[in-house]
Nanobody
Framework: QVQLVESGGGLVQPGGSLKLSCAAS????????MSWYRQAPGKQRELVASLTSAGTPSFADSVKGRFTISRDNAKKMVYLQVNSLKPEDTAVYYCKATRGGYTYWGQGTQVTVSS
């Protein structure tokens, strides 16, 4: 069992930055693949970035070059650095942990990009 708690969201102006954090509890965190998703109002949840247990990242085309994903296994933390934010990045951002057939989600953190 893994519990995930996101934080770091907020209101930011276009072009601004935020660092989203996901704190995990439970065992064997290091062997989980970790991902960030987002869901905007009226839209489906979409994959933003993922990081394998081996540390290989991947990103949605819409955020490549602007977002980075990292993890600290000792602290059981995953981070999403979001830069050059655009209004279309406004969404609830969710953290997900996956291992085998098991998937765990956090409750989300709101990111609003507006002037």
């Amino acid at each position: 069992q893994v519990q995930l708690v996101e934080s770091g969201g907020g209101l930011v102006q276009p072009g601004g930055s935020l660092k989203l954090s996901c704190a995990a509890s439970g065992s064997f965190f290091s062997i989980y693949a970790m991902s960030w998703y987002r869901q905007a109002p009226g839209k489906q949840r979409e994959l933003v970035a993922s990081l394998t247990s081996a540390g290989t990242p991947s990103f949605a085309d819409s955020v490549k070059g602007r977002f980075t994903i990292s993890r600290d296994n000792a602290k059981k933390m995953v981070y999403l650095q979001v830069n050059s934010l655009k209004p279309e990045d406004t969404a609830v951002y969710y953290c997900k942990a996956t291992r085998g057939g098991y998937t765990y989600w956090g409750q989300g953190t709101q990111v609003t990009v507006s002037s």
